[in-house]
């Protein structure tokens, strides 16, 4: 399942509340790079970033740009949906965003 489309990322953190995963405190982030709109909750003290992104291309880009900027510096865990991703703090947290709204998990050692 590719996790559907958004069109703001306060509509993902509620698709995430609504299927048991509390994202709280969203604060959106001013003027993001590559995404359309952007911002962050947090799940138990962790985390986790969510954009949305013009086009399904642009949402694939964003892992591969991100693989690259932490390549030997910290992990990736990222869930990319249709016009979306999820930054996860670690894979099972990404694992559980996956079973609950779709997307592909991209995971990448430092």
Avoid at 10 to 22: D, K, P, Q, S
Wanted: hydrophobic residues 40%; charged residues 20%.
């Amino acid at each position: 399942m590719d996790g559907g489309s958004y069109d703001s990322p306060l509509r993902l953190v509620n698709a995430l509340v609504t299927r048991g995963i509390a994202c709280l405190d969203y604060a959106a982030v001013t003027d993001p790079i590559g995404a359309v709109a952007s911002g962050s909750c947090h799940v138990a003290d962790k985390e986790y970033m969510i954009g949305i992104y013009e086009s399904a291309a642009q949402a694939r880009q964003h892992p591969k740009d991100l693989a690259i900027l932490l390549d030997g510096v910290a992990e990736m865990n990222l869930v990319l949906g249709k016009n979306w991703t999820i930054t996860c703090p670690d894979k099972p947290t990404c694992q559980a965003v996956a079973e609950s709204l779709g997307g592909e998990i991209f995971h990448q050692d430092a």
